[in-house]
């Protein structure tokens, strides 16, 4: 004879059959709701999605695109610059270059407390804009003007052959902070600036769909900025003599690096006033930046 099986192991074993499925479901095999309208798709993917990554990926490109072009021509500056010598890398790269890249931590990590995203995007790029801008219009053109030759020469005659480094710096100061501003620009726009703002206003899901392609971006940005820097070296084969090739290329050079950097700001205006950001859980209280809490 069959012992009679109560109600109460029934419904324990519906709830349990419930919860497993429920658990086992992927965000992936989710359907839309009753009543609610499907998204509009483009080659499977979602609008809304393509204008998050599409505007990402050209940001991608305009940043490393300007990163590459500023890195052939610091190399060219530095070894062409007239009273330059190699002292002057190495020493710049330890004792300006690191200085400079804790003060902008620290100043980053204070305005961040006191800015939004938006406004912090936007202090942190246009020096850079601007910075290059004028140094290809006016701060190279005037360099025979600004760079102290003789005084350098005259403070290493009195100081000595071991501040030859500081003197080198000196001389072509204004070259030298070219130097230091592209270095920042590798670290800060790219690590700070981009991917701070691709983890805003994308989940984790859409990370790991369509971060490699930001690979494929970066290399297409490497074969035409190679492509521009070789065509403005041959520019300067073309032009007659007395003609300074080399400073009508650093000006195309820099306008192309100032447009760049312009498209950069308007496609992340684009993306903050015309798509959606996701929706994640809002904390209890702001909690302020620090050095300590960053690291």
């Avoid at 991608?60 to 890398?89: H, M, P």
């Avoid at 790269?93 to 931590?105: D, N, Q």
């Avoid at 003789?150 to 072509?172: Q, T, W, Y």
Wanted: aromatic fraction near 14%; charged fraction near 15%; proline fraction near 5%.
């Amino acid at each position: 004879m069959t012992k009679p099986q109560g109600f109460v192991s029934k419904d324990r074993n519906l709830h349990v059959c419930k919860a497993e499925a429920a658990a086992s479901a992927s965000p992936a095999d989710e359907q839309p709701l009753l009543g609610e309208p499907e998204q509009p798709k483009f080659l499977g993917i979602e609008l809304v999605t393509l204008k998050k990554i599409i505007p990402l990926g050209l940001m991608f490109f305009c940043i490393l695109f300007n990163y590459i072009i500023l890195r052939d021509t610091k190399a060219v500056l530095v070894v062409t610059a007239q009273g330059s010598s190699a002292e002057s890398i190495p020493f710049s790269k330890t004792w300006v270059y690191l200085p400079m890249a804790i003060g902008f931590m620290l100043l980053y990590t204070k305005l961040a407390n006191f800015l939004s995203k938006k406004a912090l995007f936007y202090t942190v790029i246009v020096p850079f804009i601007a910075f290059f801008g004028a140094f290809g219009f006016v701060l190279y053109p005037l360099s025979n003007y600004i760079h102290p030759q003789e005084f350098a020469d005259k403070l290493l005659n009195v100081l000595g052959p071991r501040f030859l480094g500081p003197c080198a710096i000196l001389r072509i100061w204004s070259i030298c902070l070219f130097y230091i501003m592209d270095e920042l620009w590798g670290s800060v726009v790219i690590f700070f600036l981009f991917w701070g703002f691709a983890t805003q206003i994308t989940t984790v899901d859409y990370a790991k769909k369509f971060y490699l392609l930001f690979g494929l971006g970066a290399n297409i940005a490497l074969i035409f900025s190679g492509r521009t820097v070789k065509y403005f070296s041959m520019m300067r084969k073309i032009l007659g003599r007395g003609v300074d090739g080399w400073a009508i290329s650093l000006k195309a050079m820099m306008s192309i690096v100032v447009v760049m950097g312009l498209a950069i700001c308007g496609l992340y205006w684009w993306v903050n006033t015309s798509v959606p950001l996701p929706t994640r859980s809002k904390k209890k209280e702001k909690l302020k930046m620090g050095i300590r809490r960053g690291a």
